[in-house]
């Protein structure tokens, strides 16, 4: 219970003391938004390591030269923990936003922070903003950022690690209309961090694996048509051999 506080404690003061920063980076984004958007990350990384350090996390990256330097990517992964966020922006080689839903969007200062390190706000309820979420990542991913995105749509409470919940077939869309590839992830031990004994942090060990890219206009028709399901089939089997490992 005291890694909960403490992390509460160490993230709502962030959250309050940088104010002033938001407003710097504001202005600073109307004259350089490149430089605006590498020093966000920076600041985020930083202070998404505290929070891992503090909760006594430890973590490996395994995958990292399959992600393309030269240009952004659509990354997919199972989604089982808050924590899954956490590990993907201090892993990620390259400017990347996550799809959020859009009632994270209700806190201020949390909000700016989000939108400074160019997440998207996804309104599962109504179908013509989703579209407008999903033109906002393919204009993003046109301009070098690349995106992350949970197809489970939710996080997953299945006791069984490969048993993942459906892949929403519109989820990749930002992929298939920008032609960028897709980088699957499996994530293991993130709910061993505090889904799975709410409300107390452990520590655990956790492992991050990035897959080999997937071009989905490369992919045969059949796949290429439930191109979500095929993903998903893909991160499954890097599960299985990860948990076998």
Partial sequence: MIRFILLAFILISFLILSIPILIYEH??????????????????QFMFRLLLRVSGVSYTVEGLENIPRDRAVLYVGNHRSYFDILLGYVTVPGLTGFVAKKEMDRYPSLREWMKNVNCLFLDRHDLKEGLKTI????DQVKR?????IFPEGTRNTNEKLTDLLPYKEGSLKIAEKSGCPVIP???VGTADIFEKHIPF???ASVKVRYGKPIYLKELPPEKRKFSGAYVRDVIIGMLEEMENE
């Fill in 27 to 44: 202005f600073l984004g109307k004259k350089n938004p490149q430089k605006k958007n590498w020093q966000c990350l920076r600041i985020v």
């Fill in 201 to 203: 942090i452990r520590k």
């Fill in 135 to 138: 033109l906002k990542g393919i």
């Fill in 185 to 187: 992830v499996a994530m």
């Fill in 144 to 148: 070098g950022i690349s995106v992350w």
